[in-house]
């Protein structure tokens, strides 16, 4: 495999770029508009909620918890989830500041 060569970009580059791929499917968006609406630690719930295999499940929350966008306790045989707060923050402070507002000036294409 290749060099993605991130060393071009700026760090503020790579952290929008690593955040975006941690939220880069439909399942992870899932899970945390479910954890959110919860607002609580969640265990269990989650692979009923989505109806994808445990397995599936299990993985995509792996991917958010390496993220840091969600944190996790063992609870006997469950793991119990929920938003890490602090991250949560940093993704919405940087996709904020990604997202300007813009205001084109004329004919674009």
């Not at 919860?38 to 989505?50: F, H, T, W």
Request: hydrophobic share 40%; with cysteine.
């Amino acid at each position: 495999m290749g060099a993605t060569k991130t060393d071009l970009f700026t760090k503020q580059q790579n952290d929008i770029a690593n955040m975006a791929k941690a939220l880069a499917h439909p399942a992870r968006i899932a899970i945390l508009q479910y954890l959110v609406k919860k607002n609580a630690c969640v265990c269990g719930d989650i692979v009923e909620e989505l109806g994808l295999a445990q397995a599936t499940t299990s993985q995509h929350l792996k991917e958010l918890k390496n993220a840091g966008i969600i944190q996790g306790d063992i609870d006997g045989v469950s793991v119990c989830y929920c938003i890490n707060p602090k991250v949560w923050k940093q993704y919405h402070d940087i996709f904020q500041s990604f997202f300007k507002d813009i205001t084109l000036s004329g004919k674009c294409c």
